[in-house]
């Protein structure tokens, strides 16, 4: 038992990651059966092993103070406000609520629609700000004021994440406030505050997925011809389960059958600045393979996103190539992440790492690192001053 715990605590980044990879095979086998989870396993998954267990040969990385405590303690506090005016910036700039709108709504369209919204409708410099506000600044100063035992900066900022985070009506942002949080508490074995902030969380989630679902509390759910009479829990229940077991393996598959098949490699035309230098219009699959995916929303008008693993956006540029490739690269942000772990409070860098490394199973890990958060979480914890 004490060897597999020195293992974790060495290798902590790379073991979850193995979990979240195990997790995938469930809904790929569900929905493809073998055709596609050994060709992953020797193209992907093998190579990963091995280019990380390389890495622990390349030399260790050494991290300087670079802010001191007393001008940390300052920054934090910026951090704060700037989150605080952002927030504001954001609500007005809506006009309205969406937690409100989307709970008013008679129809699961129109509710879905309000959600979108809420993000789609900004201006890059805001969309961004808002993204980065919410999945790394707040995050981040939560817990830096909560391990600094600093009472009143932790309170303002964790009440602003979560009420942020609802009234946008966006699930995953809830998870992005208060997992960290919850995850350090676990790892400090502050259990009655981990229980408390744990349920809440769920709380939260449950009455965002309430809201977004008018069916739910009076509405109609328009999306679907076939209903099935079933209670509100179960329904919750089994929709969550469902979203996190079986939709993100899934629809790794779904995009194996349609690459190259229904659409071309992209061969580097997803990215914006290269796309540009070729002189060819940026191609976003996330978006295009949404009709494929679900023909008969698409014919009802509704156009959504289709978000896979990290390694199936280097397979959708080139092939089976890729996906070696995206094993290197991912053994390369493990090697970082260990050095980085050891350089700050542990618990600390690992609870505010731990949700975008689990988001990795539906998400692309460029994504993540510059305009999901992740990279402004590194940086943060790069300049926070050394344990």
């Known amino acids: 038992m004490k060897n597999l715990k020195y293992i974790f605590l060495k290798h902590p980044y790379f073991i979850c990651y193995t979990c979240i990879y195990l997790l995938l ?8 059966g073998l055709q596609y989870a050994p060709a992953l396993l020797f193209l992907f998954f093998i190579p990963l092993c091995l280019a990380y267990g390389l890495s ?7 991290f300087s103070a670079l802010i001191n405590t007393q001008k940390w303690a300052v920054i934090e506090w910026f951090l704060l406000l700037s989150s605080a005016l952002i927030i504001v910036t954001h609500l007005i700039w809506l006009g309205k609520i969406p937690l409100i709108e989307a709970w008013f709504a008679e129809n699961l369209s129109e509710a879905n629609q309000i959600r979108k919204s809420s993000s789609a409708s900004l201006p890059t410099w805001l969309h961004y700000s808002s993204t980065w506000t919410i999945r790394a600044i707040l995050p981040s100063t939560i817990l830096f004021f909560f391990i600094e035992k600093k009472k009143i900066g932790f309170i303002i900022s ?8 609802l009234l946008l009506m966006q699930k995953s942002l809830i998870l992005w406030s208060l997992f960290p949080l919850v995850t350090f508490l676990i790892l400090s074995k502050n259990w009655r505050m981990a229980v408390f902030m744990a349920l809440t969380m769920i709380g939260l989630f449950v009455l965002s997925v309430y809201a977004n679902n008018p069916q739910l509390h009076g509405g109609k759910h328009d999306l679907k011809v076939q209903q099935h009479s079933e209670s509100k829990t179960n329904l919750i229940a089994r929709g969550i389960a469902h979203r996190v077991l079986i939709v993100p393996g899934k ?3 779904l995009w194996f059958d349609h690459v190259p098949k229904d659409k071309p490699y992209l061969y580097g035309r997803d990215f914006n600045l290269y796309a540009k230098l070729i002189e060819q219009k940026p191609i976003d699959y996330n978006l295009e393979l949404y009709a494929l995916f679900y023909p008969s929303y698409a014919k009802q008008g509704i156009k959504g996103s289709v978000n896979t693993a990290h390694f199936m956006r280097a397979y959708a540029n080139f092939g089976w190539w890729g996906l070696p490739w995206a094993a290197i ?12 772990h050891i350089k700050t409070n542990t618990a600390l860098a690992f609870s505010l790492q731990l949700f975008p490394l689990i988001l990795l199973g539906s998400g692309s890990l460029l994504t993540l690192l510059f305009s999901g958060g992740w990279g402004l979480i590194i940086l943060l914890l790069t300049l926070r001053p050394n344990k």
């Open 25 to 32: 095979q469930i809904g790929l086998i569900q929905h493809s």
């Open 56 to 62: 622990v040969y390349l030399p260790e990385l050494k």
């Open 158 to 165: 964790l009440t602003l994440g979560v009420i942020y985070a």
């Open 251 to 253: 629809t790794i598959g």
């Open 329 to 340: 690269q991912l053994a390369i942000l493990f090697w970082f992440l260990n050095n980085l």
